[in-house]
C-alpha cells in the first residue's frame, strides 16, 4: 500500500496492512488521517448526537462490560419501557440544546412485536421534530428492520464491539455471526448503519486491527463508527481491566478515519474521562462525531457547558442538519464515488 493510495475507498484490507497503520509513527499516522479527513469531510465541524436509555436494566445477555446486564450487580435501577410523550420531550431538548440526532437505546436481546410498535411510534415523533433518528434495541430480524424504515428511522446502532478472536471472551449470549447477520437485515432494509467497537477491554492491538478490518471489509462501510472506550462500572466483569493507553485510542481513530474516509468517525462514550488536549488529539485524527448531552445511556458524559466550551476553544463548529441527501461531505460511499 502507497501512502498516497491511503483515503480510497476499499473493502479488502488485510491484517498486516492494518497492523502497518496503526504501528506508524505516530506524526505520520495523524499527518495523513488529516489530510485524508479535509479530503472528504468539513473542517472543523462535528455531528452531535443525544442518546437517550428508553428501557433500561434487566437485559438478559452477559456483555462483560455492562452495566445493564441482569446478570451483573451494578446497583441500577431498571426501568420499562418510556412513554411515547416524555421520549419526545426529551428530544425537543436535545434539539434545544443542539443535537441534530436523537438515538434511543434500549437494554433488548431483541425488541419484541409489542415494543418494537411502541418503539415506532416514537421514531414517528422525534423524526417529526426535524431530527435525525437512531435506534439500539439488539438482535434485529429482517422484517423488523423494515418496519423501523417505514417509520422513518434513518440510522440503526449495532456494534461488532472488538475483533472476532476476542468476542468470545466478552459476550457468550449471542455470536459475531448474530451481529453480521442484523447488520445485514439493517443494510437489506436501507437503513444507514452505526457500528463501531469499544477499546480497553483487555484487547490486543492485533484484536484492534482486525474490528477495524471487519468494519472496513462489510460490504458497505458503516455510516457511522462509534469508537468507546469502555467505561468501567463497578460489578461488571470488566471492572479493573486494563486501560488502553490514550495514544493507541488515537491511533484506532486515526486508522479508522483513514480505512472508512467518508464515514463519521464518533468519539463516543469515555469522553468524561479524558482531558481537553486528548479529545483535541482524537479531533485532529478524524474524529468528527460526539455523544452530546450529560448521560450516555446510563454513564455519565461531560456536560454542555464543558462541550461547547471544548468546541469553541478549538473552533470547532456542530455539524448542520442534514436533508435526506445530505451535503456533498454527508453523502455515502456509493453515492459520492
Ligand atoms: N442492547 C442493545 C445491544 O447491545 O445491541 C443496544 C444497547 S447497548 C448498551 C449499545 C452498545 O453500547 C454496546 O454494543 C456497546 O458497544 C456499548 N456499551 C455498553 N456498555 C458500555 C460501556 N460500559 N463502555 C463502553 N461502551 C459500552
Ligand atoms: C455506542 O457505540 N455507544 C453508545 C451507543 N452506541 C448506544 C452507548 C455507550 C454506553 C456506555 C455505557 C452506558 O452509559 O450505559
Ligand atoms: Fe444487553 Fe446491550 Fe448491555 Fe449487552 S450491551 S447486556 S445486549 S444492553
Not at 30 to 35: D, E, G, I, P
Not at 72 to 86: F, P
Not at 182 to 209: F, N, P, Q
Not at 229 to 235: A, F, R, T
Request: charged share 25%.
Amino acid at each position: 500500500m502507497t501512502q498516497s493510495a491511503l483515503g480510497t475507498v476499499r473493502h479488502d484490507w488485510t491484517l498486516a496492512e492494518v497492523t502497518s497503520l496503526l504501528d506508524m509513527p505516530l506524526m505520520d499516522l495523524l499527518y495523513h488521517s488529516q489530510r485524508v479527513h479535509r479530503e472528504h469531510h468539513e473542517p472543523n465541524t462535528v455531528q452531535m448526537s443525544t442518546l437517550l436509555s428508553i428501557k433500561t436494566g434487566a437485559c438478559p445477555e452477559d456483555c462483560a462490560y455492562c452495566p445493564q446486564s441482569v446478570r451483573y450487580d451494578t446497583g441500577l435501577e431498571r426501568e420499562e419501557l418510556m412513554e411515547v410523550a416524555a421520549v419526545r420531550e426529551r428530544a425537543v431538548r436535545a434539539k434545544e440544546a443542539g443535537a441534530t440526532r436523537f438515538c434511543m437505546g434500549a437494554a433488548y436481546r431483541s425488541p419484541k412485536a409489542r415494543e418494537l410498535r411502541i418503539i415506532t411510534q416514537m421514531v414517528r415523533e422525534v423524526s417529526a421534530l426535524g431530527l435525525e433518528t437512531c435506534a439500539t434495541l439488539g438482535m434485529l430480524a429482517p422484517e423488523q428492520a423494515r418496519e423501523l424504515k417505514d417509520a422513518g428511522l434513518d440510522y440503526y446502532n449495532h456494534n461488532l464491539d472488538t475483533s472476532p478472536e476476542f468476542y468470545g471472551q466478552i459476550i457468550t449470549t449471542r455470536t459475531y455471526q448474530d451481529r453480521l447477520d442484523t447488520l445485514e437485515a439493517v443494510r437489506a432494509a436501507d437503513l444507514k448503519v452505526c457500528c463501531g467497537g469499544i477499546l480497553g477491554m483487555g484487547e490486543s492491538s492485533s484484536d484492534r486491527a482486525r474490528l477495524l478490518m471487519t468494519l472496513a471489509n462489510l460490504p458497505q462501510h458503516p455510516e457511522s463508527v462509534p469508537i468507546n472506550q469502555l467505561v468501567q462500572v463497578p460489578g461488571t466483569p470488566l471492572e479493573g481491566a486494563v486501560p488502553v493507553d490514550p495514544l493507541d485510542f488515537v491511533r484506532t481513530i486515526a486508522a479508522a478515519r483513514l480505512m472508512m474516509p467518508r464515514a463519521h468517525v464518533r468519539l463516543s462514550a469515555g469522553r468524561q474521562g479524558m482531558s481537553d488536549e486528548l479529545q483535541a488529539l482524537c479531533f485532529l485524527a478524524g474524529a468528527n462525531s460526539i455523544f452530546y448531552g450529560e448521560k450516555l445511556l446510563t454513564t455519565g458524559n461531560p456536560d454542555v457547558e464543558r462541550d461547547r466550551s471544548l468546541l469553541a476553544r478549538l473552533g470547532i463548529k456542530p455539524e448542520r442538519a442534514t436533508q435526506a441527501g445530505g451535503s456533498p461531505a454527508m453523502r455515502n460511499e456509493e453515492t459520492a464515488a
